[in-house]
């Protein structure tokens, strides 16, 4: 039997096969079309209430107030607007990310260390030793935090 001859004679099943399916094919489809229009129905609905949440761009330095574009009104970029506002949802709250010596800090480990760490923890282990100092200097030991004793030196136990 030849290579045609061998795949003729497997193609004329799978017709059969999937002739057979298109039924299901068709009750798939239309379930797949009666979900999408009922999320769509609801994300307009959504939208109308004025509480989609649209993404803004910030345009400054995280902190306790920012610059953001954005829009006004419940449609996305409709109209840029350029504005500040305080920052409720960042946990920068402080703007100690933009502190000039957390800001040096960060240039200086990544010129010590790399921008990157590769991979995750689990395959590459703790790499950087800054992160594994810090974690000895406020006595977190293998998850607990535990006090340190004014004693050089010693730990005092739970």
């Given at each position: 039997m030849?290579?045609?001859t061998?795949?003729?004679?497997?193609?004329?099943?799978?017709?059969g096969?999937?002739?057979?399916s298109?039924?299901?094919?068709?009750?798939?489809?239309?379930?797949?079309?009666?979900?999408?229009?009922?999320?769509?129905?609801?994300?307009?609905?959504?939208?109308?209430?004025?509480?989609?949440k649209?993404?803004?761009?910030?345009?400054?330095?995280?902190?306790?107030?920012?610059?953001?574009?954005?829009?006004?009104?419940?449609?996305?970029?409709?109209?840029?607007?350029?504005?500040?506002?305080?920052?409720?949802?960042?946990?920068?709250?402080?703007?100690?990310?933009?502190?000039?010596?957390?800001?040096?800090?960060?240039?200086?480990?990544?010129?010590?260390?790399?921008?990157?760490?590769?991979?995750?923890?689990?395959?590459?282990?703790?790499?950087?030793?800054?992160?594994?100092?810090?974690?000895?200097?406020?006595?977190?030991?293998?998850?607990?935090?535990?006090?340190?004793?004014?004693?050089?030196?010693?730990?005092?136990?739970?």
């Amino acid at each position: 039997m030849s290579l045609g001859t061998a795949f003729r004679s497997l193609i004329k099943p799978a017709r059969g096969l999937l002739a057979s399916s298109e039924p299901a094919l068709k009750r798939s489809y239309a379930a797949v079309a009666e979900a999408k229009a009922v999320l769509e129905h609801e994300l307009d609905s959504i939208r109308a209430a004025g509480t989609w949440k649209a993404e803004r761009i910030i345009t400054s330095k995280q902190g306790p107030q920012i610059n953001v574009e954005g829009s006004r009104g419940s449609e996305c970029f409709l109209v840029t607007v350029s504005t500040s506002i305080l920052n409720f949802c960042a946990n920068n709250y402080l703007g100690l990310s933009s502190h000039p010596e957390v800001v040096q800090a960060g240039i200086d480990a990544l010129k010590t260390h790399g921008a990157g760490l590769s991979s995750v923890r689990f395959i590459c282990g703790t790499q950087l030793k800054p992160f594994l100092d810090i974690v000895h200097d406020i006595g977190l030991v293998d998850g607990n935090l535990r006090r340190k004793s004014r004693a050089k030196g010693q730990r005092s136990q739970k």
